[in-house]
């Protein structure tokens, strides 16, 4: 009787032990010292667990299976690194340049490889159509054209064996048949697509693929019903099954960031009256709607450091009415739209209406240098698409504009600064 209680308590320790570990090692002048690990599902990375640095590096133990893509983000720096798992340990290291990472070295076999594909993959889309155009120009017996030859001949060759690779495998052979831009490549249908969506491993949700062959699938042309086009597809993979909800998902964000408002709207409510047991990807996606539709209480968010208040939080903030912007100092609709409400603001806060600006910024000094010219309440972060709000208030696209009232109800989400001044009667 010992010996089977202490065989499942041995059992018990190796199912609780690291599947995988990932090992990063850092210059010790790196500052950062809190990493997380994002795994994928479809396009969303999913928190996986946090880790505090040791000496010049982390170690992370990984205690579930995982095959796909993974990311490291150092909030502290807000830098990210991505690799990819075959569900084996994952060794790196990196340099440092003015504090941000500038070269990193992939030193498990995995990594290393997928890293030389890629590189080979994004020059041969993007590179490769221009070297064979240009290299008649040169005479076949110069150092140039030689050099060119070989370069052509490299990137027009898959001599990688990628067979013991499963991730990498899956990941290559479907980015090649489904989302790489090649003019000789032979078209894919609405059918191939579906059958792929159909019958794909659990590594369709890890790759990172989802989103791009989605689009893929809306671009499968000419069509004239893009509705029908979308129905055919969730149909065949069953918006009842947690692969279904996924893509389902996916198809409201795409047409959320695209601005389709007609198709998001058909299908988050088919989303919504969905009477089967919904999975965290979709549940979520209309939580998030539900929570920035007109009509509904806009959720709180406790400033950060804010400039021009003395107001802890945006509903401790008291107006009559608020326009909540969205924006981004590396934004070019920003930069030509923002002038038009510093214009109006005056007149805003004679109607007792305030304007309060979350920025999508990365970089403290690109922030600060435009902050300083806005009249407004300002904050932010600093950590980019990171930011909390951006996932919060279902933040798509810079600019965006939500009208609260003094309640914080959602009483209008304008298309453009002209929308938000007409709809305060600024005009």
Same mark, same amino acid.
């Given at each position: ?75 502290e ?26 070269n ?46 070989t ?8 001599a ?116 089967? /047991?919904? @999975?965290? &990807?979709?549940?979520? $996606? ?12 806009? =959720? *709180? ?29 590396t934004?070019?609709?920003?930069e030509?739209?923002?002038p ?49 709000y951006?996932? /919060?208030? @279902?933040? &798509?696209?810079?600019? $965006? ?12 989400? =304008? *298309?453009?600064?002209?929308d ?8």
């Amino acid at each position: 009787m010992k010996k089977i209680v202490a065989i499942s308590a041995l059992l018990l320790a190796n199912s609780l032990s690291a599947q995988f570990k990932i090992n990063i090692d850092v210059p010790a002048g790196f500052n950062p010292k809190e990493v997380y690990l994002y795994s994928l599902n479809g396009s969303k990375d999913i928190l996986t667990t946090k880790e505090m640095r040791k000496g010049n590096g982390w170690q992370i133990a990984v205690t579930k299976p995982y095959s796909g893509m993974m990311k490291l983000y150092f909030p502290e720096g807000n830098m990210s690194v991505n690799f990819i798992s075959e569900n084996k340990d994952v060794k790196m290291k990196f340099d440092t340049a003015n504090g941000k990472i500038s070269n990193i070295d992939y030193l498990d076999e995995s990594n290393f490889l997928m890293n030389n594909i890629q590189d080979v993959q994004q020059k041969k889309e993007y590179i490769l159509p221009a070297l064979v155009q240009i290299k008649d120009y040169y005479k076949a017996d110069t150092q140039f054209r030689k050099a060119l030859d070989t370069e052509i001949s490299r990137l027009s060759v898959d001599a990688q064996d990628i067979s013991r690779f499963p991730f990498i495998n899956y990941y290559n052979t479907n980015y090649a048949k489904f989302v790489e831009k090649n003019p000789a490549k032979k078209p894919v249908t609405h059918d191939e697509i579906i059958d792929f969506l159909i019958k794909s491993n659990e590594m369709l949700e890890t790759s990172s693929l989802m989103r791009p062959v989605l689009l893929a699938y809306l671009n499968v042309g000419p069509s004239t019903n893009v509705s029908a086009d979308v129905d055919k597809l969730l149909k065949a993979v069953n918006t009842e099954t947690p692969r279904g909800q996924t893509v389902l998902s996916e198809l409201i964000e795409i047409f959320d960031v695209y601005e389709m408002k007609d198709l998001k709207n058909k299908y988050l409510t088919e989303a919504t009256n969905l009477k089967c /047991t919904i @999975n965290d &990807r979709l549940a979520g $996606t209309i939580a998030i709607n539900k929570n920035t539709e007109i009509g509904a209480k806009f =959720p *709180d968010y406790v400033f950060n450091k804010p400039t021009k208040t003395s107001a802890k939080s945006l509903a401790a903030v008291k107006a009559d009415k608020k326009v909540i912007v969205f924006w981004a100092s590396t934004c070019s609709h920003c930069e030509a739209e923002l002038p038009k409400l510093i214009e109006k603001y005056n007149a805003m806060k004679a109607q007792k209406i305030e304007v309060i600006a979350f920025s999508l910024d990365s970089e403290k000094a690109a922030y600060d240098n435009k902050v300083n010219n806005l009249p407004w309440i300002n904050d932010s972060e600093l950590k980019g698409w990171y930011s909390s709000y951006a996932d /919060t208030y @279902n933040v &798509r696209a810079t600019p $965006t504009y939500f009208v609260l009232d003094a309640n914080n109800t959602i009483i209008a989400k =304008p *298309d453009h600064a002209a929308d938000v001044i007409s709809y305060l009667k600024l005009n």
